[in-house]
């Protein structure tokens, strides 16, 4: 496996990242939230899918539209789960793209700080997730609070797909 490989195996793991949390949460409690104001379970991973399009829409706008933007208000895991997917296959072009030509439209300063980026927000919003079903009494069990952090499980069950 060359480095453009792996990079895009690093992205892709970190999707799986995402989905091994969401799988794990009853659809029951996809309205929790943290506090009265903050985004619900359902939006933050709509904030997540939507930042992701942002980027697209500033680097690769023409990938635009093989993705679903997830409205305000989104709690369908089944909806979440094909706009994540279909979000991360373009986000893996897109970052592709930007660590051939050595450029990401619109971020500075590299593509691979970009990539630490994007991780950084997507993990931030794990955590807010994490935190909205913890005050609403909806922990995730253990296991699966432990699995989130277990990236060669999740590398193996990409070759799955």
């Given at each position: 496996?060359?480095?453009?490989?792996?990079?895009?195996?690093?992205?892709?793991?970190?999707?799986?990242?995402n989905?091994?949390?969401?799988?794990?949460?009853?659809?029951?409690?996809?309205?929790d939230?943290?506090?009265?104001?903050?985004?619900?379970?359902?939006?933050?991973?709509?904030h997540?899918?939507?930042?992701?399009?942002?980027?697209?829409?500033?680097?690769?706008?023409?990938?635009?539209?093989?993705?679903?933007?997830?409205?305000?208000?989104?709690?369908?895991?089944?909806?979440?789960?094909?706009?994540?997917?279909?979000?991360?296959?373009?986000?893996?072009?897109?970052?592709?793209?930007?660590?051939?030509?050595n450029?990401?439209?619109?971020?500075k300063p590299?593509?691979?700080?970009?990539l630490?980026?994007?991780?950084?927000?997507?993990?931030?919003?794990?955590g807010?997730?994490?935190?909205s079903l913890?005050?609403?009494?909806?922990?995730?069990?253990?296991?699966?609070?432990?699995?989130?952090?277990?990236?060669?499980?999740?590398?193996?069950?990409?070759?799955?797909e």
């Amino acid at each position: 496996m060359n480095g453009l490989d792996e990079i895009k195996e690093t992205w892709h793991i970190n999707n799986q990242i995402n989905l091994y949390l969401l799988n794990g949460i009853e659809q029951a409690h996809m309205n929790d939230t943290a506090s009265s104001k903050g985004r619900t379970v359902g939006d933050q991973f709509g904030h997540i899918n939507n930042v992701r399009l942002m980027w697209l829409k500033e680097s690769e706008p023409e990938l635009m539209d093989t993705v679903i933007r997830l409205e305000k208000g989104t709690t369908d895991k089944k909806i979440i789960i094909e706009a994540f997917k279909k979000s991360a296959h373009a986000m893996a072009k897109m970052i592709e793209k930007g660590f051939q030509t050595n450029r990401i439209k619109g971020f500075k300063p590299h593509p691979t700080a970009f990539l630490g980026y994007i991780i950084a927000h997507e993990a931030h919003h794990r955590g807010q997730i994490i935190l909205s079903l913890k005050q609403s009494d909806h922990m995730p069990d253990k296991k699966r609070l432990f699995g989130l952090w277990e990236w060669g499980s999740r590398a193996s069950e990409m070759e799955k797909e």
